[in-house]
């Protein structure tokens, strides 16, 4: 995204030379409006989250701005004070001043009252860092906090069961407790990557925290063998930026809620449920890497219903580097290619579908960082790479403003975003 109104003239050449402390002074005022940022091939660590970077992009950056826990987060946890900061990677989250849904990833400077155990590590809106384009070429995502995976569990304590959980990395031998509110001690947790099956809120912890996570431990406390580890985490305890982290339920154990309604009928729908592409409708401005700039990649919890968006026959399963996925020969004669699925919703190649129809559960399959749907739209010619190719971008936007039409309106043609 281009945000040429961020772009501060430099200073003009004088008509004579200049002593060099007062160029120097010149020059470092403008260091943070700087358009373009440097890789440097410096080593950095997050004990946040353990996760290492081996090279790092210098940019110019507002002085005094404030980083959050996460991207869709309201919580300070730093301060950046310098003009010109280092950055590791990107995330995408809700749209921040400017229209900008891209936040930047750094230790700030000085740590937020509660949050100095974070070392002030955080999140930094994009509007403030002085790019020319987001996510600035080479930067990489980062990594998630949590990840989905499939993996049945049982506790026997209360007869729950379990086919989704979330893993992250925890601090070794962590305590775990009976209770949110309990000073009981019932296990602990000996490895560093455990998996997590829901979240409650109970006393504040450390770090001005009151979200605890539900697991099973590696060995138990004695007296409390019966219960075989499972117990509850301080959220302080777990290397996420944000609590509760993304889907993750709660340990409520209120009823599941109701499936969503399907897309309303018509010739083109939503491939998601309403409130699940509105959250992901960030993607719409932006291109997909790499040369398949026409397709689209929307960020959806594990197990998000996925709906054909037009009519038409199942004419493949797709595996590999797709997941498990498939494709839709639409009654428009265009092929529609949906990627990365959890799981599929009981349709066959051969058989017919119509638009809204259910036909996956999304996931994070195949060649997949992060759990999301992966659409693109051809017209098979018996080559896919080098079928013709439309705009996922504009086709989805027309739909969500109620003005569904045909991909063949269109095409790509170098620029497919619908910002």
Not at 17 to 28: K, Q, V
Not at 198 to 224: E, F, I, K, L, M
Not at 316 to 323: L, P
Request: aromatic content about 10%.
């Amino acid at each position: 995204m281009i945000r040429s109104a961020r772009r501060r003239r430099l200073p003009q050449p004088l008509s004579r030379p200049i002593p060099f402390a007062l160029a120097l002074l010149l020059w470092s005022g403008t260091t943070a409006q700087a358009a373009e940022c440097t890789p440097r091939g410096e080593s950095r660590r997050d004990p946040n989250t353990g996760q290492s970077w081996g090279q790092v992009w210098q940019c110019g950056s507002d002085s005094g701005a404030t980083l959050y826990a996460g991207p869709q987060d309201t919580t300070p946890v730093g301060t950046l004070q310098t003009r010109s900061s280092w950055f590791a990677c990107y995330r995408r989250g809700e749209r921040h001043a400017g229209g900008n849904d891209v936040w930047y990833y750094t230790q700030g400077d000085v740590a937020a009252p509660g949050w100095e155990s974070r070392k002030a590590w955080g999140y930094v809106p994009a509007v403030k860092v002085s790019t020319t384009t987001d996510p600035y070429p080479g930067i990489p995502e980062c990594r998630p906090d949590m990840w989905q995976a499939r993996k049945n569990v049982s506790d026997p304590n209360t007869g729950k069961s379990w086919s989704t959980v979330w893993y992250a990395n925890n601090d070794g031998a962590a305590r775990l407790y009976r209770e949110a509110n309990s000073n009981t001690h019932i296990g602990y947790l000996d490895s560093t990557t455990s998996y997590f099956v829901c979240h409650t809120r109970g006393a504040t912890h450390a770090g001005g925290n009151n979200v605890w996570y539900y697991t099973q431990g590696d060995r138990s406390t004695p007296g409390h063998e019966a219960r075989r580890g499972w117990g509850y985490l301080p959220a302080v305890n777990t290397w996420t930026r944000q609590d509760p982290y993304d889907s993750i339920p709660p340990c409520d154990g209120a009823a599941p809620p109701s499936p969503p309604p399907p897309p309303q009928p018509g010739p083109y729908v939503l491939p998601l449920p309403l409130d699940a592409f509105n959250r992901a409708i960030g993607a719409l401005g932006h291109a997909h890497w790499g040369d398949n700039y026409w397709a689209i990649d929307l960020m959806v919890p594990v197990g998000t219903p996925v709906y054909s968006v037009s009519a038409g026959k199942v004419s493949n399963y797709s595996q590999g580097s797709c997941g498990n996925g498939l494709t839709v020969l639409g009654d428009d004669g265009l092929s529609y290619l949906y990627c990365h699925g959890d799981r599929y919703a009981g349709v066959q190649p051969g058989q017919r579908v119509t638009a809204g129809q259910l036909i996956l559960y999304s996931g994070n399959t195949g060649q997949s960082g992060a759990p999301h749907l992966h659409l693109e739209i051809k017209r098979w010619n018996g080559d896919w790479g080098a079928s013709p190719s439309y705009c996922s971008q504009r086709f989805l936007r027309a739909i969500h403003q109620g003005q569904p039409q045909s991909p063949v309106n269109f095409p790509a043609q170098g620029d497919c975003r619908a910002p």
